[in-house]
């Protein structure tokens, strides 16, 4: 198998995946994925596909992120591992989609409006 190349996004975060045959090992912008996300939280939301189809072990990922926050980038990598792991094999697919990897979360911050301090925020109205 060579190696297998998807994308994943959440709001402003794009993930580039590259997944490999290996032993497990998970790179993100050259740096291991503790030292990227120190948070256990979004350590474990990057490896959830991993774990879900019990595949942690088997691949080696590196991943490029580039935009958005820390939370959106987690989530970014993890449906662009998903995706590596439906085209790996197809049986995945199910597993995958049942726990909602796959599905894009197409929420998006709203613009700021003209004569408004935010998107929906008006400013104080004075009678008088």
């Known amino acids: 198998m060579e190696v297998v ?6 709001k402003a975060a794009v993930a580039r995946v590259f997944l490999k045959p290996g032993n497990g090992q998970i790179t993100i912008n050259h740096r291991a994925l503790d030292v990227y996300f120190p948070l256990n939280i979004l350590q474990y939301e990057v490896k959830q596909p991993l774990l879900v189809t019990n595949t942690l ?42 726990n909602g990897f796959l599905t894009r979360d197409s929420r998006e911050v709203e613009r700021k409006k003209p004569g408004q301090p935010g998107a929906r925020r008006k400013f104080q109205f004075s009678k008088r």
């Open 57 to 98: 072990e088997s691949y080696d990922v590196t991943i490029n992120l580039d935009g958005g926050g820390i939370k959106g980038q987690a989530e970014a990598a993890r449906m662009g591992i998903a995706r590596a792991l439906c085209q790996v094999d197809a049986e995945f697919r199910s597993v995958l989609k049942k």
């Open 5 to 10: 190349n998807t994308v994943g996004r959440r």
